[in-house]
């Protein structure tokens, strides 16, 4: 083991084991996958992505670009995580990617021989010929060689959830910034949310060994903590990672649970009214030959690994640190762990190359005097400077300033509702952290008005480090995670790819799981180095979230299967299930479908349905109809106003099929207007506008016509409509026993009454769909059960069948009726359906302007028809075009029309269609081909009028 | 004899929720109905936002014109509906009520103005919903009848993500007729 004996935060006493390709391993509570291996002595975890070459730890946050493995767990494996971001838990099984046949002995590394000759462009200058080859040969092999973990394609048992917090002030990041702002924030009575990656409070501080206020910076944190924790109006969320931020101070953050949590991890959507960004800064790597080797790493990381995490790294380490105080403070850490400093180097010292196979092994540098020198280490300590971590300010589309004082991206001035503060606009100094972030509360307190304005000045950002070091000649990498070097990028800029945009996406720069967090401001300078040009005109590609990867299932969360969406179901749903309904998803209602008997098929349940229908009786659920109860003394020409047929003269009991036109001029819906009273009509509209003509109405009656006294009352959901059809329909409406006259004369079609069947309160509709005598029954939902018992014991003499959509749909297109986005489409006219005769012309009415234009007008335009085979017995197919002429093999073809809807109509025993052809009510009795190439199917047939069946409606008055 | 009509409920939610909440959800018919009249009447009777309860009247008013009252109120100048059956309402009841509903609804059930308001018509997640409640443990909610089966399952299912060790949400099942002791 390589742990140091004492210190660190990790509980020794328990011990957690887990496997590392296999091989049996340990840790302890509050280590992360890297600091276990680290302490196990495991530098070498991955192989890169394109040339295979071995990679280890570089960091320790998210910002790790190398060491991504397969973890598995109970509850499955995920891929591409990053060892620096997992928490160890008991029993995790860690898996090297990218490796065969093992990941000591990697066959893909002699792709690596390949040198210069796979550099960037080199799939799209070598796999160009011939072209069927890329989907058969190429593309399977490089997917192959190149590449990261495999998904695990067995089904995710883990539980998701997405929940929302608000709060008056959102601090991202728990360093001595953060800290220092949230309790700011907090004592001021501002409801606070403290947001940490981490799984404790303190960021750098827990690896630093400064002290504050004669505590060590340690200890400040733990009580910084402590007092947040105690406030109740702060909230502390660990292990949550603020990934993307939205438009009015929404966050986006992914908590991860702990072990034997319900719920695995939770998306929170945090609404802040401001947000103080303090996520602190990157360490930069250095760029210099042979940079990638295990055992290089970032020096934060290795005093953070050391001091929090008490693992002894390596054994003789090479400092190469640019900041002065850095490198003092990363030696004092590895002298801390009993490593040998077998080299420090000075700023502007020249690295030229590293040995190694496996691990780092020595290190080969020219010194500021032109020497030559070379030792041997399996550690390198590096730093180049840092990056500030502002990419969640940038998401929001204000890019990041490259400042030449800090040679970073700094965020620039901002009024907007989040601020970076400390790292995160390049001050990094403690006690000037510190300030900055009690500053930053201070002034957002102030702007909601909940402190009085301070005259408080930020403290400046930290320059950059007054030198870096040089590099010699060879495979120095920029980007890690994509095996981007330095030559890739002047390979690009030769190429002409010099948009930082195009180089982005020739060299891979800055792509993939890490999204270029050490490499962005590297190839900038690279760039600015090899181009002459000045760094802050380069700028930086678009800044998206997510910050970091988060999972498909946090962002699916519950939505899954039944929780995808609401589902609407109908009050007669479970008397329904009872007589053994099939449902179907319509909308989003659960809809009746078909009633098979025990070993029907769909087609033979549907066809005794319409028999049933046509010759009996049958029930049907008309519930999902909507239902606008409009009243007031202005309801009459409230509805005239929208609807464009007379119904001037509709009687009290009496209703009219009606048809509402869009502004346009084109039909929007279909329904009927029942008369109850003077002043008080039902209005239905169809299942699929309900929603939308509800809000047509009341839009009409706020905003247009606000001088009309009217009232609308949606009602959709408190009638239950179970409509019975077929002859026997009148029988079973008086053994129902009504309080009101239900003979012919006394409830004729088209009529509607309000009253009591067998002392159930009901509304009936004397109104038809199927063609046949028919009664649509409204009782108040709650009764729906009482009445649909009651029909079905009542039906029993008469073998009452109940029905669902499928045979209502045959129906309709037996009867040529319309259905809402088949027919009515958006781009019909009444006189395309048939409906012309309706319009009124002697009122005003919505579209009644703009169904006026000559287009609309024309007398060719496409017209509903009904077809008919003209063999009368060959199946018309689903959806086929209309030609006059035969298909040919000469490509596209004149059409004149198409079907929207093809049955066998079990009423007629010979198959129908509807279709909307050219001119089509001038066609009746043209025969016609009807061409379905993805059927293969060509059939004759025949114009009809769109009714097929009882086109004189003599059935509905039976 | 005439028969007794009682409504049926529109889902099976009758007990506690899966999880260690101890969120108990029940339905309760509520016989409601909408009074329809200008914004400057409804004024007089209840003021926008707001809701009233007494023994024998709920008043809910979340729309300018529109009131949903359940009880008796009568008022010349205004349009009586019933919607009672095209309603569904459900009384969640629990310590942590208010809090395991304010982790998925779009408004903020405990910003300042709603814990003066105590009502408010919100979002659910995917659902439509009116809510109010007379102290954080015992919350009435009312969506369309519809989607009401659907609801409670969504509440079922999301109560599951929830755990001991969750420090906002203490395990503290209350008896379903524990007196209120806070709010």
């Not at chain 1, 290190?363 to 280490?377: A, D, E, I, P, S």
């Not at chain 1, 509709?650 to 009606?658: D, M, P, S, T």
Request: one cysteine or more; aromatic letters at 6%; glycine letters at 10%.
């Amino acid at each position: 083991m390589s742990r140091l004996s004492d210190g660190g935060m990790i509980d020794r006493e328990t011990t957690l084991n887990f496997t590392f390709d296999g091989q049996p391993m340990v840790g302890h509570p509050g280590d992360t996958i890297a600091s276990a291996l680290l302490a196990n002595g495991q530098h070498l975890v991955a192989r890169s992505i394109k040339y295979h070459r071995p990679r280890g730890i570089m960091s320790a946050g998210l910002e790790e670009p190398s060491a991504l493995v397969t973890v598995k767990d109970e509850t499955g494996s995920t891929p591409n995580l990053k060892v620096t971001e997992v928490s160890l838990r008991d029993g995790l099984e860690v898996s090297s990617q990218n490796n065969w046949p093992s990941l000591t002995h990697d066959r893909g590394a002699t792709l690596a021989l390949g040198g210069k000759s796979l550099s960037s462009g080199f799939y799209y200058k070598t796999f160009k010929w011939p072209r069927k080859a890329w989907q058969t040969t190429y593309a399977p092999i490089i997917r192959k060689a190149a590449g990261h973990g495999e998904v695990d394609a067995t089904p995710d048992t883990a539980l998701y959830d997405k929940r929302r917090k608000a709060c008056d002030v959102l601090v991202i990041g728990s360093g001595a910034t953060g800290l220092s702002a949230a309790i700011t924030a907090a004592q001021s009575g501002a409801t606070t949310i403290v947001l940490e990656q981490d799984s404790i409070l303190g960021g750098t501080l827990l690896s630093s060994d400064a002290t504050i206020a004669e505590q060590t910076a340690t200890h400040w944190a733990e009580d910084a903590a402590d007092a947040l924790v105690s406030l109740s109006n702060v909230t502390v969320m660990t292990s949550t990672l603020a990934f993307g931020q939205y438009d009015h101070g929404l966050v986006q953050a992914v908590e991860q649970q702990t072990a034997g949590s319900a719920a695995r991890s939770i998306l929170w959507k945090i609404r802040a009214q401001k947000i103080i960004l303090a996520a602190g800064a990157i360490e930069r790597p250095i760029v210099f030959p042979g940079n990638d080797r295990p055992g290089i790493m970032l020096a934060g990381a290795l005093q953070t690994y050391v001091r929090r995490f008490a693992v002894v790294p390596g054994k003789r380490a090479v400092v190469a640190v640019a900041e002065p105080n850095a490198r003092a403070d990363t030696i004092r850490a590895l002298e801390h762990a009993g490593v040998e400093i077998a080299a420090c180097l000075n700023a502007g010292d020249q690295i030229l190359s590293t040995q190694g196979r496996l691990r780092v092994s020595g290190l080969t540098w020219r010194n500021t005097q032109g020497h030559r020198q070379k030792v041997t280490c399996d550690l390198v300590a590096m730093s180049a400077g840092w990056m500030p971590t502002a990419h969640l300010f940038a998401q929001m589309g204000q890019p990041l300033e490259f400042d030449a004082y800090t040679q970073s991206l700094l965020p620039p001035q901002t009024d907007g509702p989040l601020r970076p503060v400390g790292g995160a606009r390049g001050v990094l100094n403690l006690r000037d952290c510190i300030a900055d972030g009690k500053i930053a509360a201070h002034q957002v307190l102030a702007e909601l008005q909940m402190h009085k304005h301070l005259s408080l000045t930020p403290p400046a950002s930290t320059a950059r480090p007054p030198q870096g070091f040089g590099s010699g000649k060879g495979k120095a990498f920029v980007d890690f995670q994509n095996d981007v070097t330095r030559d890739d990028i002047a390979l690009a800029q030769r190429e002409g790819y010099t948009d930082i945009e195009l180089t982005k996406r020739y060299t891979t720069l800055g792509m993939g799981t890490d999204q270029g967090k050490t490499s962005w401001t590297n190839g900038i300078l690279e760039i600015a180095a090899l181009t002459g040009e000045d760094p802050a005109k380069i700028g930086h590609t678009t800044y998206r979230p997510a910050y970091s990867p988060v999972s498909l299932g946090t962002l699916i969360g519950t939505e899954v299967g039944e929780q995808m969406l609401p589902t609407r179901r109908t009050p007669f749903h479970g008397g329904f299930e009872k007589l053994g309904c099939v449902y179907q998803t319509s909308g989003d209602w659960l809809y009746s479908r078909y009633f098979p008997k025990a070993g029907e098929t769909m087609e033979q349940a549907i066809t005794r349905e319409c028999h049933a229908v046509r010759r009996g009786l049958g029930c049907v659920d008309m519930s999902t109809l909507g239902k606008i109860d409009v009243k007031g003394p202005d309801a009459l020409e409230f509805l005239s106003r929208l609807y464009c047929n007379n119904f001037a003269k509709i009687k009290v009991g009496r209703l009219r099929y009606a048809l509402m036109l869009r502004e346009d001029g084109y039909v929007f819906d279909d329904g009927t207007i029942a008369r109850l009273s003077d002043t008080h009509f039902m209005v239905t509209a169809t299942t699929a506008n309900a929603g939308s003509v509800w809000r047509h109405m009341r839009k009409s009656a706020q905003l247009d016509w606000p001088e009309l006294d009217v009232v609308l009352t949606s009602v959709s959901d408190h009638w239950a409509s179970l409509a019975i059809a077929g002859p026997h329909a009148r029988n079973l409406l008086t053994a129902l026993n009504p309080d009101f006259d239900v003979s012919r004369p006394g409830f004729p079609f088209a009529s509607v009454r309000a009253g009591h069947l067998g002392g159930l309160p009901v509304r009936v509709f004397s109104v038809s769909f199927s063609g046949e005598l028919s009664y649509e029954i409204n009782v108040p939902a709650g009764f729906a059960d009482t009445l649909l018992s009651r029909v079905i014991a009542g039906g029993e003499q008469w073998d009452i069948t109940p029905y669902g959509l499928e045979t209502l749909d045959v129906l309709r297109i037996e009867k040529g009726h319309l259905s809402i986005g088949t027919e009515v489409d958006g781009r019909r006219t009444p006189a395309d359906l048939g409906l012309g005769g309706m319009v009124s012309h002697t009122k005003d009415f919505v579209g009644r302007a703009l169904l006026q234009r000559k287009a609309l007008q024309k007398d060719n335009r496409a017209q509903l028809v009904g077809l008919e085979s003209k063999d009368g017995a060959t199946p018309i197919p689903i959806a086929a075009h209309l030609s006059t002429t035969p298909l040919g093999n000469g490509g596209p073809m004149q059409t004149c029309g198409y079907l929207t809807a093809a049955i066998h109509s079990p009423t007629l025993d010979h198959p129908i269609a509807l279709a909307f052809l050219e001119d089509g009510q001038n066609r009746t009795g043209e025969v016609l081909w009807a061409h379905s190439p993805i059927a293969g199917k060509s059939v004759q047939v025949r114009v009809t009028a769109p009714c097929a069946y009882d086109p004189k409606g003599e059935r509905l008055n039976a | 004899m005439p028969e007794i009509l009682r409504p049926q409920p529109a889902s099976d939610a009758t007990g506690f929720l899966a999880g260690p909440l101890g969120l108990r959800l029940d339905e309760v018919f509520l016989p409601l109905k909408s009074l329809s009249a200008a914004p400057e009447v409804l004024d007089t009777i209840l003021e926008f936002g707001q809701v009233r309860q007494t023994d024998d009247l709920l008043l809910l008013r979340f729309w300018p014109d529109v009131i949903w009252a359940s009880g008796s109120l009568s008022d010349p100048a205004v349009h009586v509906t019933e919607i009672g059956h095209g309603t569904t309402r459900f009384r969640l009841r629990g310590v942590e009520a208010l809090h395991f509903l304010s982790n998925y609804t779009r408004a903020d059930l405990f910003a300042a103005k709603l814990l003066q308001a105590r009502a408010i018509r919100t979002s659910l997640n995917h659902y439509d919903c009116v809510i109010w409640w007379a102290n954080t443990r015992d919350i009435h909610l009312i969506v369309d009848r519809s989607v009401a089966q659907s609801f409670a399952d969504h509440l079922q299912t999301l109560a599951q993500r929830h755990d001991c060790t969750d420090p906002l949400t203490l395990p503290r099942p209350v008896a379903p007729d524990a007196p209120d002791r806070r709010g």
